[in-house]
T-cell receptor, first 110, second 114 residues
Framework: DAKTTQPTSMDCAEGRAANLPCNHSTISGNEYVYWYRQIHSQGPQYIIHGLKNNETNEMASLIITEDRKSSTLILPHATLRDTAVYYCIVRVAGGNQFYFGTGTSLTVIP | KAGVTQTPRYLIKTRGQQVTLSCSPISGHRSVSWYQQTPGQGLQFLFE???????NKGNFPGRFSGRQFSNSRSEMNVSTLELGDSALYLC?????????????FGPGTRLTVT
């Protein structure tokens, strides 16, 4: 079962930062937080993942709270091509299986 | 480097038939996972394979099965198809198992059962 809670939908103006929140209050100490996005029934695309430190790559930044019960994905300058469903996933220790929740449908508005 | 490839991309079958879907992981990746995506249930984990062995299995009936070959390519099979098996079937590959490498998904196989 999914261990995350995300808002169903969000809008963001083009060029502005998109901040997508995720709650994972039951996360265990050795479980990572992963973010993926899916554009119109294509395969999900990996964005970023982290354990407890903030992470940044060319696509996004991941901010994880000190108690690890929540995190925020930041797309620094949203474009129309960032319109997608964003999934926050807590990776269960001991395997590669992901339990997806319902995700957040992000719409970037011109 | 080529991504994850899945064949066929689209498939139409009749109730009661069986189907085999194929997944070729990214070169060098040894772990393959399968997922089913439907509008009602979202993305659900089916099973994962590493070194030709099933390592984890999701909550699906025994009609769903899979295997992995020595070259890491994987197939999944669904027998006695039901209308509810209509879905997008996604395959994901990863470098290894039980380590926090990212998974890369293929484009999926769209199965329609009539």
């Amino acid at each position: 079962d999914a261990k995350t809670t995300q808002p169903t939908s969000m809008d963001c103006a083009e060029g502005r930062a998109a901040n997508l929140p995720c709650n994972h209050s039951t996360i265990s100490g050795n479980e990572y937080v992963y973010w993926y996005r899916q554009i119109h029934s294509q395969g999900p695309q990996y964005i970023i993942h982290g354990l407890k430190n903030n992470e940044t790559n060319e696509m996004a930044s991941l901010i994880i709270t000190e108690d690890r019960k929540s995190s925020t994905l930041i797309l620094p300058h949203a474009t129309l091509r960032d319109t997608a469903v964003y999934y926050c996933i807590v990776r269960v220790a001991g395997g590669n299986q992901f339990y997806f929740g319902t995700g957040t449908s992000l719409t970037v508005i011109p | 480097k080529a991504g994850v490839t899945q064949t066929p991309r689209y498939l139409i079958k009749t109730r009661g038939q069986q189907v085999t879907l194929s997944c070729s992981p990214i070169s060098g990746h040894r772990s393959v996972s399968w997922y089913q995506q439907t509008p009602g249930q979202g993305l659900q984990f089916l099973f994962e394979y590493f070194s030709e062995t099933q390592r984890n299995k999701g909550n699906f009936p025994g009609r769903f099965s899979g295997r992995q070959f020595s070259n890491s390519r994987s197939e999944m099979n669904v027998s006695t198809l039901e209308l509810g098996d209509s879905a997008l079937y996604l395959c994901a590959s990863s470098l290894a198992w039980q380590q926090n490498y990212e998974q890369y998904f293929g484009p999926g196989t769209r199965l329609t059962v009539t």
